[in-house]
């Protein structure tokens, strides 16, 4: 420099701005270079310097930029190295000639890099180190994997699509665009939003890229429009109380298909269950329900992207009953017959019941009208009898039957056409007698009859006495009755008659009757109104009667064993209106058929008599057993005996007592207490019988009632 100044000022050249003589420039430099005339002294060499600045940024994934280091000073060539191996523990390789870093980056750095110490040498073995900023950002990912769901009529549809990774500045762009009608693509926030219109139901494939200056990603995602979701079950059915295996689903349509039931509100009546999983409603309903009747609830079902609710009633009836137990009976010739049916329960409260005769026949000229539930029209004669039929009323939920009978029964009549005469101040009965109809529902009345004279409703039985006075008298009345259906008459009349003679049994006492021998005698009756009618009870065996007439007669021949007294019960009727009846006991005494018969009446008799007969009896049984000899029979006749010791002596005697005083009765020993009734202690054997006795207040020291020794053995019956 200078030498330039010296060569400007030797050469004075002039010097126009800007513009500089080019033989002066090329002088110039020559004379710069060395163009002197004194030898220079030559610089030891200098060391490398690292030129360049920064590394370049790179991602996970992505090939690093293509770089290579730069130097200048020094003496090449040079050689580079990582002096830590940074470079190598996120995937770089440093080229030690070139100075080139090539790679794909395989772990992202913190978010303010790692430092990495580069070293230069030349040729000369000079080394220079740089420390650098190596920027490793993770790999670039959309993090949005798919897209919500929406709706048909959705509002407020919204999705923001997110990614991660990269420098963290994203663009996003939607590639490929089919959004369903009204929603729109905001590609600054990547959002997608708005109200989905209806009918845009189905799949709509969308791809979506983001980038961030580095890198650049794409992802395929699917916006799925459902139809919009309903509970398509409108009504439950309707219960009764007492049903059993009630069951109801509910259903829906429209969203994603894959449902959540719940109940929200309300209840059920009593033993119904809900079923979430199948949206079932079952179970059987409690008797009692329809009370708390209709039972209200909401349900709700939901996707997970839409949820519906909806209100059900479920309605309880009371169960359906027909209420028509019977038909009314009907009768031959009767015109205008009518018979409806009734039910209550059920869904009867909207008049829904439908009818029907399901099996039986009617009667002739009877129709049925199911309708009305109604039997009506003229039954035919001819038709009468019983006519099993089966009804069924349906209320669309309930079905029942009921099996009914319709009685047609004859014309009703009374058959009665006379009455008998009727007797002056006796009681008068006869009995109306009627047919056909309900015989079992007659109705008797009475009209038009004299005051004395009644009947009885229920048995038709006319009663009463006519007064003193009336006897040749004629009533002329009328008679009704009816069995609730029909209704009979008939003009009856009664002459009233001088009252006949009492009634009486004229026979007082039977005969005696001996043990195997024939016996006959005859019963007879006066007075009243004949024919008599007789009956007659109490006779012993072999003996039997039979009415000859107006009389009975006796006869036969009494076994043997039968000896004794008998109580012969007679009576007799007669055939007067109202008949007379007379009743008495007669006594029949069947002696032995081997000895006597000795008759002892402790109340009527005395030891003075001969104690042939009842009324010749003996007072005490001992006064009979000192004139009583083997086989002989003694009849004791109920009374009290004050007697002890009673003796057989060895005799074969037949000693009974008998109810001669009072029917049913037996004569009784009273021993007092001081001894016993009998002693036997003269052999006495099983000939020797005491039969039919009561013995009281006899003294253990004596043996009690009776007393036997010596080989005694006599028979005793009670």
Known sequence: MSALKKFARICHFSAIAGCVPLALVA???????????????????????????????????????ATTLTATGGTTPYTWSDVNNTLQTYGLTLNQSTGEITGTPNQATSSGGVTVTISVTDANNKTAQKDFTLVIYPELQITTTSLPDGYEGQTGYSVTLAATGGTGTYTWTMTSANLPANLTWDATTATISGDIATGTAGNYPLQFEVTDGIQTITANLTLTVHTQLQITTTSLPDGYEGQTGYSATLTATGGAGSYTWSMTTGRLPLYLRWGAAAATISGNIAAGASANSPFNFTVEVTDGVQTVTANFTLTVHPQLQITTTSLPDGYEGQTGYSAQLAATGGTGGTGTYAWSLTSGTLPANLTWDATTATISGDITTGTAGDYPLQFEVAD????????????????????????PDASEGAAYSFMVQAAGGNTSNYAWSISGQPSWLSIDAATGELSGTPPAGSAGNTYTFTVEVTDGVQTAQANLSITVVAAPPPLQITTTSLPDATEGVSYSATIEAAGGTTPYTWSVSGLPSGLSWLQVGDSVQISGTPDAGTAGTYSVDVTVTDSSSPAQSENTTLQLVVNSGGGTTWYVDGANGSDSNGGSSWSDAFATIGKALSEAADGDTILVADATYNETDLNFNGKKIYLKGVDHNTAGARPVIDCGGSGRAFYFGSGETEDSVVENFTIKNGSADNGGAIYCENSSNPTINN
Do not use: D, H, N
Request: a positive charge.
């Open 27 to 65: 002088f110039a430099i020559l004379l710069a270079t060395g163009c002197s005339s004194r030898k220079r002294k030559s610089s030891p060499p200098s060391s490398p310097t690292i030129t360049t600045t920064s590394l370049p940024e790179g991602e996970v994934g992505v090939a690093y930029p």
């Open 396 to 419: 669309g939920i309930q079905t029942v039957t009921a099996t009914l009978t319709l009685t047609v029964y004859e014309p009703l009549q009374i058959t009665t056409t006379s009455l």
